[in-house]
């Protein structure tokens, strides 16, 4: 599903380069649970970005479902991600504007090929609410909704477009110990439920050992490669 | 799909954006509104002067003249009388007026009609329908002014000249009269067989000589007066028909409005300086959710036209308003020019006025929007992983330089338009690119030299409240601009107006005469000196006037050089005006010598054989284009006199006393027919009354002028018109304080975070306080010195390039737009955060957890 091939990323941190990636090769099989490993810095959020397209390296490349990010352009990568991939972030990154279900319809919207009608998206933003135990809460802004709630709509948004790719990048960073556990198992189920390949980037090691395979990354490096039987 | 997803977004993106942008809005409101109501108003008077141009005239075809018409061209007033036209007289010549029963005088303009004049029009008097029965007898009708400011009632005798006439009623109304004339000038109408009486048209006087014809066929008028424009040249008479009259009186209606339209203009560009400040805080807060929406897979042209059209719609919101704005203010501005209007401007919608207004206020929103909305299309996704991350600009980012080339042709393109003539619209294009950007670089300078100067070991409230200026997404650059812009206006015509009744007031010093009497003859002289001798005022200067016309340049007459269409132009007012010159041996204050050398210095014996020289004024040298050496012939009184040009001065007109094109040697002109203008100084104005009283009792031909009495009619038509400036500056200062009060709006947030925090850690409310009114009146102190300096500057060079006039600053005044711009900031800064000092640390604490 994703392979990356001496992947190596350098910014500039004012007027010195900064290299946060050197040298990245792995391959994710379609299907599976991977988490990121490490500590603060080493690279980790980095990687996650470059594997789904969000930016591109300064060496190597990225293929994603048999496309090589680097021979596409902005909006092609854009359009990859609208049709592929679904995000969840640490800080939850809802639209402050948009009510539950209008943040989960964003992606379906967004989809060029979809052929749904309004009606039907409608119904499946909803559907998606309910399963994330917040079908009373669709017409609630963001400001109306505690941290772990924001997280699950997060949550139905990023399955909205049926990705075949789940990025999670610290879903439970900003959340309580007892919410995060809820929020990640919600995830797992949905991502089995779904069949999306899931790519977790965290430093906490509990919710790493819920994946099939966890990859350690330091000062930018791999580390260690180990497949799990998930939890 | 793609289309109905940008739609949808970018309404419900707008939710909290209306709000938010309510307040820039405003600011392109009041500028299309600027616009809007002085161009409608303009479109207005031009649709009123072609309805009624006509009726301003009073007639079909007015003749004039300042000598009787030649027997010539009363042929052709003959001919067309009998064609059918009916014909009017008008002489009217400048007199002073006595009531004898107050024994006040005052210099008038006297006229003498004869005939039906006005043909159309209105004309009032009152009692009413005085206008023909006044003339059966000895009577007079007045301007209404006439009997206030000569202490008369109805019925009270009017000495003109030698004739004594009753006050039989004023006139109220006259067609083509505006409301300033008769702070200009008073007028007096006395019946035409009664003129010769008065003994006033006589050697020296200024008079007037017009014909007022009503013909029958009025779509002939053109034709007839062009088939003998070159007998009435010939003759020195000029004619206008009514379209001429309509077009004069359009193109200066349309001059001064057009001039106000630029001063909306500013308000205007004031208002786009406003959108991009609140765009540029508002882009600042969606810079997150952009991310995010490309994460997502939105485009970058999407997300991008998510924003741009909200901003859009705010834009075409605010221009709608500002339209809507114009429409009500369009009846109020006749109201404000009213002593400039010789009509009634009947209101009507302008739809083209309007359509432009409209789009020019959503274009105008639209571009200056878009400079801060570039941010969101060069926005990372990557930015919704990593908050720090910023995608490296592009050193030539073509959208960027697009926008700013559209933005400076844009400005160009509107001030060209709305100006006058293209060098105005381009000289003033470019007096506000420099003036916007020193404006910028003294407001930076200020902020710089502040933040690098200000002592360390200050008060906290003070650091505190200085260090607020410069936090992240600070306004205070845009604010000081705006607001800086407003004072600069208000500031700078302050000064203007302040050096042109200064350089008046130099009039009124001790040592200045403040009584000319003028028409004096050579046999009235001793007369007059005894009468002044008697009241104690001191003749100042005597001067001879010998009125003369020119007939040659060089070797060529006047008639050849006006035929001649491929050699240089020489204006032909100056060929063909009459001269005055006078004779001396001395230069006097008000000139200087340029050119050449003074007559004295050769000697007027030793020069027997040479012609007789002169001295010529250098404006009028380069409008005749001769210098030194070349020769002119005048006729003085029918006796040719051709002279050598020795000399040439600088003239400074703007002094009250007698200056002249050309300056004779002595010896030349003294046995010429001459009359004498007299100047002295009286101090007490009632002594000064007594004497033009004395005068127009003892020779009625004499005219006087009370310098004061024009001191304060100037001073009040100045008033007039920087009254009409200051109703068009009022809009830029309004968006001046829209841009401040939004700027205020905007931080409020991370102000209130700052009080909850220092509140946390011990500050009291007094503090609080203490650092909110630093930071404000820090701001209108910049603001304040920004506008106040540049007005200065900009003063200075308009007095003393623009009005050549010695430039003075006024200290004081200028001092207290600078503290009143810095208090008036600071009272509405505190009132706006009064919030800001109630909340208590923990609900603050709460609302920033959230």
């Given at each position: 599903m994703i392979i990356a091939k001496g992947l190596a990323q350098t910014y500039m941190s004012g007027d010195r380069p900064l290299t946060v990636l050197k040298g990245i090769d792995l391959e994710i099989e379609a299907g599976g649970a991977v988490a990121i490993l490490g500590p603060s810095g080493s690279g980790k959020t980095t990687l996650l970005g470059l594997l789904a397209g969000l930016d591109l390296p300064s060496a190597g490349y990225v293929v994603l479902d048999g496309q090589?990010?680097?021979?596409?352009?902005e909006d092609e990568r854009a359009e990859l991600r609208a049709d592929k991939v679904g995000f969840v972030f640490q800080t939850f990154q809802?639209?402050?504007?948009?009510?539950a279900l209008e943040n989960v319809l964003v992606p379906i919207e967004l989809q060029q090929a979809s052929v749904v009608n309004g009606g039907e998206m409608q119904r499946r933003a909803s559907e998606l609410l309910e399963r994330v135990g917040l079908g009373d809460r669709t017409h609630h802004y963001p400001a109306q909704l505690s941290g772990g709630e924001q997280q699950r709509v997060g949550l139905a948004r990023a399955f909205a477009n049926r990705p075949k790719i789940l990025m999670a990048d610290e879903?439970?960073?900003?959340?309580d110990a007892e919410t995060g556990h809820h929020v990640i198992n919600l995830m797992v189920r949905l991502n089995r439920e779904e069949g999306t390949t899931l790519v977790l980037v965290t430093h906490d090691v509990e919710l790493a050992s819920k994946a099939h395979r966890i990859i350690q990354l330091s000062a930018g490096r791999i580390v260690s490669d180990e497949r799990l039987t998930p939890q | 799909m793609s289309l109905r997803f940008t739609l949808a977004m970018a309404r419900r993106e707008s939710r909290t954006t209306r709000r938010r942008l309510l307040i820039y809005i405003i600011a392109i409101t009041l500028g299309v509104a600027a616009l809007v109501a002085i161009n409608s108003f303009r479109a207005n008077v031009t649709s009123a002067v072609s309805e009624q141009a006509r009726q301003l005239l009073g007639a079909d075809l007015q003749l004039g003249s300042r000598w009787p018409f030649a027997p010539d061209v009363e042929a052709v007033i003959d001919s067309l009388e009998s064609a059918g036209a009916a014909v009017s007289r008008l002489t009217s010549f400048t007199s002073m007026a006595l009531?004898?029963?107050?024994g006040d005088a005052r210099l008038v303009e006297v006229q003498a009609p004869s005939g039906d004049?006005?043909?159309?029009g209105e004309l009032e008097t009152e009692p009413p329908e005085l206008w023909q029965t006044?003339?059966?007898?000895r009577q007079t009708l007045v301007d209404p002014a006439v009997l206030i400011q000569l202490d008369a009632a109805i019925g009270d005798t009017l000495a003109i000249g030698q004739g004594r006439f009753v006050i039989?009623?004023?006139?109220a109304k006259m067609p083509?009269?505006?409301?300033l004339r008769s702070t200009i000038g008073l007028r007096v109408y006395i019946p035409a067989p009664y003129?010769?009486?008065?003994?006033?048209?006589?050697?020296?006087s200024i008079s007037y000589y017009q014909a007022y014809l009503r013909i029958?066929?009025?779509?002939?008028v053109q034709s007839t007066v062009e088939a003998r424009d070159s007998l009435f040249e010939a003759n020195r008479v000029w004619y206008t028909t009514v379209e001429e009259y309509g077009e004069d009186l359009t193109e200066g209606l349309d001059q001064l409005g057009r001039f106000l339209g630029l001063v909306g203009l500013v308000a205007l560009l004031l208002g786009g300086i406003g959108v991009a400040s609140g765009v540029h805080v508002f882009v600042s807060e969606k810079l997150d959710t952009a991310a995010v929406l490309r994460c997502l897979g939105t485009r970058q042209r999407q997300t991008f036209a998510i924003y741009v059209l909200q901003a859009g719609l705010m834009g075409l919101a605010g221009a709608v308003l500002g339209v809507a704005l114009g429409l009500a203010m369009q009846a109020v501005v006749p109201q404000v020019l009213r002593d400039f209007l010789p009509l009634d401007v009947p209101f009507s919608l302008e739809w083209g006025v309007m359509l432009a207004g409209l789009g020019i206020g959503l274009w105008v929103s639209l571009l200056f929007a878009l400079l801060p909305l570039l941010r969101i299309k060069d926005v990372a996704p990557l930015r919704a992983l990593r908050r720090d991350y910023e995608t490296a600009r592009r050193r030539r980012d073509p959208w960027r330089l697009a926008t700013y080339t559209a933005l400076a042709v844009t400005l160009l393109a509107l001030t060209v338009w709305q100006a006058p003539q293209l060098v105005i619209g381009l000289a003033f294009a470019g007096a506000a690119a420099v003036g916007a950007t020193m404006l910028g670089l003294t407001a930076f300078a200020l902020m710089h030299l502040t933040r690098r100067f200000?002592?360390?070991?200050?008060d906290f409230a003070l650091r505190q409240g200085i260090a607020n200026l410069f936090?992240?997404?600070?306004q205070t650059v845009a604010a000081t601009l705006a607001i800086g812009s407003g004072v600069f206006l208000i500031a700078h015509l302050y000064v203007v107006q302040r050096n042109l009744l200064d350089q008046i007031a130099i009039?009124?010093?001790?040592?200045?005469?403040?009584l000319v009497m003028f028409d004096i003859q050579l046999d009235q002289e001793k007369g007059v000196a005894a009468l002044l001798e008697q009241r104690g005022a001191p003749v100042i200067q005597r001067t001879p006037i010998v009125p003369a016309r020119l007939t040659r340049l060089g070797e060529r007459s006047v008639e050849e050089i006006l035929a001649d269409t491929t050699g240089p132009r020489i204006p032909r007012w100056a060929l063909l005006r009459e001269y005055r010159h006078t004779y001396r041996d001395t230069l006097v204050s008000s000139e200087q010598l340029v050119g050449g050398v003074w007559f004295t210095e050769e000697g007027v014996?030793?020069?027997?054989?040479?012609l007789p020289r002169i001295s010529i004024e250098e404006g009028i040298a380069e409008e005749l284009k001769v210098g030194i050496g070349d020769r002119i012939t005048w006729d003085i009184q029918g006796v040719p006199l051709e002279t050598e040009i020795a000399n040439i001065r600088r003239v400074?007109?703007?002094?009250?006393e007698p200056n002249f094109f050309a300056v004779f040697e002595p010896?030349?002109?003294?046995?010429?027919?001459q009359s004498l203008v007299v100047l002295t100084r009286v101090d007490d104005p009632v002594r000064r009354a007594e004497i033009q009283r004395d005068l127009v009792v003892g020779f009625p031909n004499i005219a006087s002028i009370d310098i004061t009495v024009i001191i304060a009619a100037i001073d009040a038509i100045l008033s007039k018109v920087a009254l009409a400036i200051r109703f068009m500056a009022l809009f830029s200062i309004a968006c001046g304080l829209v841009i401040l009060i939004g700027a205020i709006a905007t931080s409020r947030y991370q102000r209130t975070r700052e009080a909850v925090l220092l509140k946390t850690l011990g500050a009291r409310s007094r503090v609080i306080r203490r650092i909110l009114a630093t930071e404000y009146f820090a701001l209108g102190t910049f603001a304040g010195l920004t506008g106040v300096g540049l007005a200065a500057i900009a003063g200075w060079v308009a007095v003393t390039f623009l009005f050549e006039m010695r430039f003075r600053l006024p200290g004081l005044p200028l001092l207290a737009f600078w503290l009143g711009t810095a208090l008036l900031t600071t009272l509405i800064g505190l009132a706006n955060s009064r919030d800001v000092v109630k909340r208590t640390p923990l609900a603050g604490m709460r609302d920033f957890a959230e």
């Open positions: 090589n990010l680097s021979e596409l352009s809802l639209i402050p504007t948009l009510t879903p439970t960073g900003n959340l | 009531a004898t029963r107050s004049y006005p043909y159309y006044f003339r059966v007898a039989a009623g004023t006139v083509g009269d505006i409301g003129l010769e009486e008065t003994g006033l048209l006589r050697f020296g029958a066929d009025p779509a002939q200000f002592p360390r070991r200050a936090r992240p997404h600070n009039e009124t010093r001790p040592d200045r005469p403040n014996g030793e020069r027997e054989e040479a400074d007109w703007a002094r009250f010896g030349v002109l003294a046995d010429a027919p």
